[in-house]
C-alpha cells in the first residue's frame, strides 16, 4: 500500500461546502492509496441484458487470452450504474487491462467498454477541526463585470483600504460564477493566537 501525502493524491473529493475552516491537528494526514494488482472496474456496459447474463458475458470477454483478459475469479455487476468490477486470479491482468483503457465485450453483438484500475484510499492521522477562521472570508455573490484577474486587483486594493478597515492581504482568489477550485493542503501552517 502507497502513502501518498494528502496533497497529491488523485481524485480526492473535498469536505461538504460548510462555512469552517477545516485544519490537521496532528501530524500531516496521510492518504493511504492502495491500486489493485488482481482487480479492474468496468463501466459503460449497457444494461439491456438481464443482470446474470451480462455477468456472464462479462466473465467470458474478459476469460480470453488472445484479447489480453485472464482467468476470471469473480464478477460483481451492477445493472443501474452500468459498472462492474471484475477479480482475475493472477495478478498483472489487471494492470494490463487498466493501462489499455478499453476492452471489447460480446454481448450478442460488440461493444467497447472502459477499464480503469480499482482504487481504495483511506486517510490516515488526519483530524479536522470546524471553526470560524480569523483571518479570512469568503464573498459570494460578486457579479461578473470584468475580466478575473482586475476583478481579483480591485478586490485587494479593497481590502488593505485603511478607510475600509482593511489590512494587509496575504492572498486573494476570485473564482468566477460557474467555475470551481478544489484546493489541497500538505501541511497546518496555523498561526498561534
Known sequence: MAE?????????????ERRCCCRQLTAPGLVHLNVSKKTVQVSQA?????EERMRDRLEISFSRPSRGGGEVERVSYDKRSGTAEITFLNTGVAERL????????????EMIVDVAPLYNYRLKKFQTYCGTP???I???GIQDSMEEEDLQDHLEIHFQKPSNY?????SIKY???GNEVKAFFSEDVGVEA
Do not use: M
Not at 501518498?4 to 461538504?16: C, H, I, Q, R, W
Not at 482593511?166 to 496575504?170: C, F, L, R
Open 4 to 16: 501518498v501525502p494528502l496533497s497529491k493524491a488523485p481524485n480526492t473529493s473535498l469536505l461538504p
Open 166 to 170: 482593511g489590512g494587509e492581504v496575504e
Open 138 to 140: 469568503l464573498l459570494s
Open 46 to 50: 449497457p444494461p439491456f441484458l438481464p
Open 98 to 109: 487498466a493501462l489499455r483503457g478499453k476492452y471489447p465485450v460480446d454481448t450478442g453483438r
Open 175 to 177: 473564482v468566477s460564477t
Open 134 to 136: 480569523k483571518r479570512s
